[in-house]
């Protein structure tokens, strides 16, 4: 179903830090929250930053629809980011939403969610609905060290997870593409989605196109306006450019050019 | 009640705001935000005869109070354009303008010829200053022959309104101002991008595909208003202003430049609803000021 | 220890890191806040024949990042220069550049003569892009026959390495920068500042008593960069590069871009000790990148 | 004697609310602070302002030498005044001191201080240090209305207060040049001082110049540097133009053109 865009103002509920680099931030809409499907996302404007001209595309990480919140998983990259990750309860947040498509979500199957870094925000609201719709969920998250590994608790609740770190200070040590997960029980498995480091999920795609399995990548282009304004964020298609903010961020691997 | 509407040249826009081509798609991407009726008028894309797929990702670079892009003027082409965008858009209760490129005149010529004729499509927008195409584009605006043989061509065989659209990647923009009025322009719209650059300095690498791009947002403000006062000093055609306009202060600065309407770009983009706002701040404007008419603001800049 | 220092066409300046004429006074405005001699080199306040008073109050608006000016060469003119001013800057450790403006060419001339010999004078910056003076000025620098005639004129008098800083207002940077090689600069500076304008909409009057002025700061750092790009790829002798430079960062993007040193502007007026803040960081930078010679930075920036 | 300016970072230990438009902030130097003169001011960084470029001028109000405390009234005026007035204790403040010449302040004498607005600012530090010299202070501070008139408290330790506001909703009803001080006591005052509006300060030096008496102004020019670099504040004087930001911002009436 459409959900109609719109500009909002949330407020800040809580502002949790999940390590030195992430925080999430609980947003409560004014109204009744619309649905939303995983894979969505925001676009944030920054108040008060000096080089944050344009909006930040953040995905939704999860969603309380009892409370009307929603939270957005946020790593401190740069002046938004930190800015962002400075806001607290009280505080307002300009949002557009809701943007984007979202994962397939179907009502069976053993399905395996892949991410890298903070590409595992959107994965926490597609596992939940992938368990809430009948199907086995299998998380598998990779991180440079424990130190920034998210906390695993709400993931724990939808299935089983999977770690690497590239230092092995825990989980698997290495890359996704080292744990068993993708290694040996990749054929187990009816689908694989994945969102993170670009080169996180061209390694992952790589595996699942060679076992046959169909495989959603979410990307993360760089993003003018969020909703298919701009012309920006386009990817290479087999049907031409496509704008990863409308016709994306999630896409099948085999419509993709190059992957 | 205050008056809005402005007359540019002839064409009657309900009031001063427009949307800026390449940042408003073709109106449809803002139906969730605003009542597209409410607008004065709206430029669409960027269009050229062919299908384009503009130029390789990235495309997008933020910078200090703006943005460079490099979209390379993708689109489906003018057929696409009238046989399919055209009867989805055509409901819109304001003057739609299309915005046409090419890469030689003949080009402009023939997708000028095929838009002949649209009710609804009042005129076009003549863009001969976009920065990102490798032919023509910029090439046609930075020099005053090529500028002139452009718009008369286009103006021998289109019959409706037609705005020609200046770069401000010139020397003197008062001489290509009065070459294509010359020419026979019924409006001149400026400024489109800066041609600009930015590096990654950590990777050492360009952040845009094509290395330069155009630069838009309120850095080029002051830019923007400089050349649109001297254009309005420079020709009699109407001028519609642009280039970094956020709010109703600053469509209200382009219009004491000598802007008769103005246009809406890359705001767009961080408040999808500004430019009906913007009708709104003007006319709150105009209250505080017992301004009745909006044309009285038209180059009403006072100087010593 | 890295090698920062760097050659432009047979002047070594210690590090890259120069300051931008007009913002950074004689230098002695800065004493409390730096050690001058850290510095690669300064240019001083635009020079002029004779003493002129400048524009009329007000000379500045703020922007979107960044700022206009319209000082219009105020200065005691090159004899007070050189009896007043030089004997007590010339202790400073560093090469020190006299930025010389003229309405003729005369002018200019006789300027530039008036500061051969000076010891502790390595060269000139030959002004011929300055946008708030009436004559002379800008439009030396916008056409390229006056643009020629000038340098070649000052070159011929004047000994000393004689820097031609060029005008961003022009439709093609690399054809000015051709000239003014040809006619003998041994150096290029760019970018002046771009000549914009602002309004106070609710006074609906100009901010600056000239209306049109100099616009500098990061805004302008895209059109900057990409002019110093163009500029390289064009002319064999050296580009100081400026236009926005508030941190190291923005100084190495710079020389990515083709800078062989570059010029610290209006970065100065919010923190008078970042010129020196930006050697260090780009010490810093290099030892974070395993460079060991600066001048590997110069032009660097990779295309596929 | 001259102080070398300097860049410092002070923390705010104080912000004080005196009326809808006006605070105080006390701001705390990290050392020693070094004599500050009656008239010079400070040009104060704006963090995270999106149109705050440059940093503003702001005058030094008052000095607490004992706790190496600056008070800084400002006024809500735009973003950057706006930002300002919203630190809190323990927030940092990027300040350039101190700048700028200065009052002067005679060992004796009868002296009327005129202040309009915000303008009021540099006469508390002013007063004091005439009293403490040993001259007899006269303040006459003119507001729009009662709502954003000072607090007087300050004011009224070091002499006498006179007040107007334009509304009449407290003290004398009209401009400053209403007041009895100004209307009639001015012949048995030895200086004026004044600062506030152009409008108001070219009012009060048109009937001191008519009656003879000593006035010095406080100017407000546009200021992009503030030590002199950028020439920008220039104000026109029987020498030529003057920098208002070094050899002023305090001038002498009998020097400047056209007043
Ligand atoms: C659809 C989508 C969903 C996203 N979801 C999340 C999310 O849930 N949580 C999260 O923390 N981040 C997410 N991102 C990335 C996020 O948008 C950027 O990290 C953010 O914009 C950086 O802003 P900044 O001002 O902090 O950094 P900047 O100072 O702008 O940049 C810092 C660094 O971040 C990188 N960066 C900037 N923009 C992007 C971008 N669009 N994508 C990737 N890297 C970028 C730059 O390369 C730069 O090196 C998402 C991006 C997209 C497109
Ligand atoms: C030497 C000096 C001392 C000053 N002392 C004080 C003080 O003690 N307290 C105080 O509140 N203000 C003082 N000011 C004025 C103060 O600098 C401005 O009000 C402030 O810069 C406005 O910044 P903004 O971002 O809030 O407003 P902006 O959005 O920049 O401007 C808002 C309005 O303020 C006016 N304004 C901007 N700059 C100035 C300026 N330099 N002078 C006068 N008006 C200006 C503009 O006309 C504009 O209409 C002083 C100015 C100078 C030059
Ligand atoms: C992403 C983007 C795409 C653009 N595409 C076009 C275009 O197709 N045709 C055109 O004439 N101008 C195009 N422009 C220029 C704008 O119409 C406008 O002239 C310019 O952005 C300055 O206005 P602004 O600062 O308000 O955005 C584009 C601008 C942007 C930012
Ligand atoms: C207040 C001010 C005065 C200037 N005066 C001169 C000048 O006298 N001569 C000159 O060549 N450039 C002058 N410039 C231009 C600068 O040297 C520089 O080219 C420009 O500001 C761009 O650099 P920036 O963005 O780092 O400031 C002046 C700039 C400013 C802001
Ligand atoms: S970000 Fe603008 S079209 Fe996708
Ligand atoms: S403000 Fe720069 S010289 Fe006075």
């Known amino acids: 179903m459409y959900m109609k865009k719109r500009v909002e103002l949330f407020t800040v509920t809580r502002n949790r830090r999940i390590n030195n680099e992430y925080i999430v931030l609980y947003a409560k809409a004014n109204?009744?929250?619309?649905?939303?499907?995983?894979?969505?996302?925001?676009?944030?404007?920054?108040?008060?930053?000096?080089?944050?001209?344009?909006?930040?595309?953040?995905?939704?990480?999860?969603?309380?629809?009892?409370?009307?919140?929603?939270?957005?998983?946020?790593q401190e990259v740069g002046e938004g980011s930190r800015l962002l990750a400075a806001l607290m309860p009280g505080d307002k947040l300009d949002l557009i939403y809701p943007l984007g498509n979202s994962f397939t979500v179907p009502k069976s199957g053993r399905m395996l969610l892949v991410g890298g870094g903070v590409g595992v925000a959107p994965l926490l609201i597609l596992?939940?609905?992938?368990r809430e719709e009948g199907a086995e969920v299998n998380f598998l998250l990779g991180a440079r060290d424990?130190?920034?590994?998210?906390?695993?608790?709400?993931?724990?609740?939808?299935?089983?997870?999977?770690?690497?770190?590239?230092?092995?200070?825990?989980?698997?040590?290495?890359?996704?593409?080292?744990?068993?997960?993708?290694?040996?029980?990749?054929?187990?498995?009816?689908?694989?989605?994945?969102?993170?480091?670009?080169?996180?999920?061209?390694?992952?795609?790589?595996?699942?196109k060679e076992a046959g399995i169909p495989c959603e990548v979410s990307?993360?282009?760089?993003?003018?306006?969020?909703?298919?304004?701009?012309?920006?964020?386009?990817?290479?298609?087999?049907?031409?450019?496509?704008?990863?903010?409308?016709?994306?961020?999630?896409?099948?691997?085999?419509?993709?050019?190059?992957? | 009640?205050?008056?809005?509407?402005?007359?540019?040249?002839?064409?009657?826009?309900?009031?001063?705001?427009?949307t800026a081509s390449g940042t408003f798609g073709f109106g449809e991407e803002y139906e969730d935000f605003i009542d597209i009726g409410a607008l004065g008028g709206i430029v669409v894309k960027g269009t050229t005869l062919h299908h384009r797929e503009g130029n390789a990702y990235p495309r997008m670079a933020e910078t200090a109070s703006g943005m460079l892009n490099a979209v390379g003027l993708q689109n489906k082409g003018v057929d696409h354009f009238v046989s399919s965008i055209y009867p989805r858009i055509k409901h819109y209760d304001t003057g739609i303008f299309v915005n046409v490129s090419g890469s030689t005149i003949e080009e402009y010529i023939q997708t000028a010829e095929k838009l002949?004729?649209?009710?609804?499509?009042?005129?076009?927008?003549?863009?001969?200053?976009?920065?990102?195409?490798?032919?023509?584009?910029?090439?046609?605006?930075?020099?005053?022959?090529?500028?002139?043989?452009?718009?008369?061509?286009?103006?021998?065989?289109?019959?409706?309104?037609?705005?020609?659209?200046?770069?401000?990647?010139?020397?003197?923009?008062t001489e290509m101002a009065r070459a294509v009025e010359g020419a026979g322009?019924?409006?001149?719209?400026?400024?489109?991008?800066?041609?600009?650059?930015?590096?990654?300095?950590?990777?050492?690498?360009?952040?845009?595909?094509?290395?330069?791009?155009?630069?838009?947002?309120?850095?080029?403000?002051?830019?923007?208003?400089?050349?649109?006062?001297?254009?309005?000093?420079?020709?009699?055609?109407?001028?519609?202003?642009?280039?970094?306009?956020?709010n109703a202060t600053d469509a209200i600065e382009f219009m004491l430049a000598g802007s008769t309407a103005i246009q809406v770009g890359t705001a767009n983009f961080i408040d999808p609803s500004i430019s009906v706002q913007i009708v709104e701040g003007i006319k709150a404007y105009m209250l505080r000021h017992d301004i009745t008419d909006v044309n009285s603001l038209i180059g009403g800049m006072l100087i010593d």
Chains 1, 4 share one sequence.
């Open chain 1, 31 to 74: 109204g009744e929250l619309p649905d939303i499907s995983p894979g969505e996302f925001v676009e944030i404007k920054v108040e008060n930053g000096q080089n944050t001209f344009l909006r930040r595309p953040i995905s939704i990480h999860e969603v309380h629809q009892e409370t009307n919140e929603m939270l957005l998983l946020i």
């Open chain 1, 127 to 130: 596992g939940r609905r992938l």
């Open chain 1, 146 to 208: 424990r130190e920034i590994l998210m906390d695993l608790t709400d993931y724990k609740q939808h299935g089983l997870v999977g770690v690497t770190t590239e230092d092995g200070s825990a989980g698997v040590k290495g890359y996704v593409t080292d744990h068993p997960l993708l290694k040996e029980r990749l054929k187990d498995m009816d689908r694989v989605y994945t969102c993170g480091p670009d080169a996180m999920m061209r390694a992952v795609a790589a595996v699942a």
């Open chain 1, 219 to 259: 990307l993360e282009n760089m993003m003018a306006c969020g909703f298919g304004a701009c012309l920006c964020c386009v990817v290479e298609t087999r049907e031409g450019n496509k704008n990863t903010c409308t016709e994306g961020p999630v896409f099948n691997i085999d419509d993709l050019k190059g992957w």
């Open chain 2, 1 to 18: 009640m205050v008056k809005l509407a402005v007359d540019i040249n002839g064409y009657l826009l309900k009031n001063p705001v427009m």
């Open chain 2, 116 to 173: 002949n004729g649209l009710e609804q499509i009042p005129g076009i927008e003549l863009n001969i200053s976009c920065p990102n195409v490798k032919e023509g584009g910029m090439s046609f605006g930075v020099h005053c022959p090529s500028a002139i043989a452009v718009t008369r061509a286009v103006r021998d065989v289109y019959k409706g309104h037609l705005m020609v659209k200046l770069s401000p990647n010139v020397t003197d923009v």
């Open chain 2, 185 to 246: 322009a019924d409006s001149i719209s400026l400024i489109n991008t800066l041609l600009g650059m930015a590096i990654d300095a950590e990777k050492r690498r360009p952040l845009l595909s094509t290395v330069t791009g155009g630069l838009s947002g309120p850095c080029i403000k002051p830019v923007a208003l400089r050349m649109v006062w001297q254009v309005y000093n420079a020709v009699k055609v109407p001028v519609i202003g642009m280039g970094g306009i956020m």
